[in-house]
């Protein structure tokens, strides 16, 4: 992960548990991480002010041990699953990862776990930190995604390859969807920007992050060397699949509709269940006009 500037440390939300986690995906990363608020920052270093990736725990499933041993026997290991996946931890010690689990089950579900090893005081903070986010999710105003009209249109015009997602969550969507697409489009770090996505195999995946930027007179410019200048995020996603021969596929999820109506009927005699289409039929028949008022005459 490059180190980019974005909302300084000080600038976050309540900080309720903090230290070092080893994030292991496509190449394990040793991030100093923060759990603020109900989302973890993780920084390069635990004096730096800016972090460099974050990931939103709304999608919060579940938390788990993982019974396997790390190559530091002291180490140990949890499994943190989201609705968009799931992101594989290595703490210092099994002490730290009751911690974390404790934390972020809390912060994510608004109750204290009980199903946890923890001692009284530790339960306690877990109490204040659920206290804390509660009253922060209270006086949060909505968040200018769902507020802003605007946005809306924003969507519809994006190439159908562009998904809301995180650096982090980009990763895991591109590796559970490989068989659809590689390549994908998200918001950039600094809300104002955007990025590419990228997942090729090579003796194991790889995956590559490339900032969009864009233009004050119009256009974008993919900030590679030599740079890539393109009038929309359309054209841009159109010489990334031409200039790699097709290699690079935009990841498009669509999910079909169905093209008729049908029921599950159940046979009066056998019980059998089997899916049923409606009979075919004219126009419903229109409602009778109303009555005259009782007292009204003509």
Request: glycine residues 6%; charged residues 25%.
């Amino acid at each position: 992960m490059a180190k980019r500037t974005r909302r300084p440390r000080d600038q976050l939300p309540n900080c309720y548990y903090e230290g070092y986690m080893e994030k292991r995906a496509f190449n394990d990363e040793k991030l100093w991480t923060a759990l603020c608020g109900n989302t973890l920052f993780f920084f390069n270093d635990k004096k730096d002010c800016d972090y460099i990736e974050k990931l939103d725990l709304s999608g919060f499933i579940s938390v788990t041990d993982e019974t396997r041993q790390d190559r530091n026997l002291d180490a140990a290991r949890f499994n943190l699953r989201l609705k968009g996946g799931n992101i594989k931890f290595t703490v210092p010690n099994a002490e730290v990862r009751e911690f974390w689990k404790g934390y972020i089950q809390a912060v994510a579900e608004l109750a204290v776990p009980t199903s946890l090893n923890l001692l009284p005081g530790q339960i306690h903070m877990l109490k204040e930190a659920v206290q804390k986010e509660t009253e922060r999710k209270q006086n949060s105003p909505p968040s200018a995604e769902t507020s802003c009209p605007s946005y809306v249109t924003l969507q519809a015009d994006m190439p159908a390859c562009y998904h809301n997602v995180s650096r982090l969550e980009a990763e895991l969507l591109l590796d559970r969807e490989v068989k659809r697409g590689n390549l994908l489009l998200r918001p950039g770090s600094d809300g104002s920007s955007f990025a590419v996505s990228t997942r090729q195999d090579l003796d194991s995946p790889l995956v590559k992050h490339y900032r969009v930027i864009r233009k004050h007179d119009g256009g974008f410019i993919i900030d590679v060397e030599p740079k890539v200048t393109c009038d929309t995020l359309h054209d841009m996603i159109s010489y990334l699949v031409t200039s790699t021969d097709g290699v690079l596929i935009p990841l498009i999820i669509e999910e079909p509709y169905e093209k008729k109506l049908s029921y599950i009927s159940s046979d009066n005699e056998n019980g059998e269940k089997s899916v049923q289409q409606p009979l075919q039929k004219g126009p419903p028949p229109s409602l009778p006009s109303k009555p005259p008022k009782p007292g009204i005459f003509h």
